[in-house]
């Protein structure tokens, strides 16, 4: 969600002038009060610009990450095309096909009991 100004400086006005009234509640000076709004202007104002940019850097990155939409996996030849890491493609072209096809269905967000009837696994009942 993008940083909203109006509302933060909204939120900091209720603060600060319900920290000013206890302040004056306790006889604290209007120069005090008036250099301790101003610091605290300073903060908000070193706040907004750090929360602006990181708002701005966040929609940044999901505008990436959208127009890199990763290709969908779909079958198995798919999956084993995706892998970068030689390492880890060797492992997977020692393991059977029914293990890559498992892995695949995870990978789509299938549970395991959905996955077990479509690799024909047989389930044990304890």
Known sequence: MAYNHGREDRKWRIWKEAEEKVLREYGVDEAVIERIRTDDRADFNSNRRFYRWTSDFG????????????????????????????????????????????????????????????????????
């Open 59 to 126: 929609e940044y990155l999901e505008g990436m990450a959208d127009r890199e939409k990763q290709a969908e996996v779909r079958s198995v030849s798919d999956l084993l095309d995706e892998i970068e890491n030689e390492t880890l493609y060797l492992a997977l072209l020692t393991v059977d096909k029914r293990t890559l096809q498992i892995v695949l269905l995870k990978m789509q967000g299938y549970s395991t009991k959905e996955i077990a009837p479509l690799v024909h696994l047989i389930q044990i009942r304890v």
